[in-house]
């Protein structure tokens, strides 16, 4: 059995190593807006939470991820201890500390 084949030949349209290049001039542009609009940033932040869990102290105020305030009563490689009410204490990661307060802020509330 023959089955009638045909050949269809694509001709290059006018222009086409300029089109080529304008294309990869376009990625290249796309790839430098998203590292400035998304990627920067979020390393940014990585690096200012780093530096802010290196530097947590006994007697810091903090605020928890899950929104748990209080003063840090004990430091360790991995957890510190937090006093949330006189005599409560908890252990939380130290990764889990989203933020320290000013001095003297848990007293004012």
Do not use: W
């Amino acid at each position: 059995m023959n089955f009638p084949t045909t050949f269809v030949l694509a001709q290059a349209a006018p222009g086409g190593a300029q089109n080529g290049t304008f294309m990869l001039i376009l990625l290249i542009v796309m790839f430098g807006f998203m590292y400035f609009t998304m990627i920067r940033p979020q390393s940014k932040r990585q690096k200012e939470h780093r530096d802010l869990i290196a530097g947590l102290a006994k007697g810091d105020e903090v605020v928890t991820n899950g929104g748990i305030a209080g003063r840090i009563d004990e430091v360790g490689d991995t957890f510190v201890t937090v006093e949330i009410a006189p005599n409560v204490k908890i252990k939380v990661q130290r990764s889990a500390v989203q933020q320290v307060l000013p001095k003297g802020t848990l007293k004012s509330s």
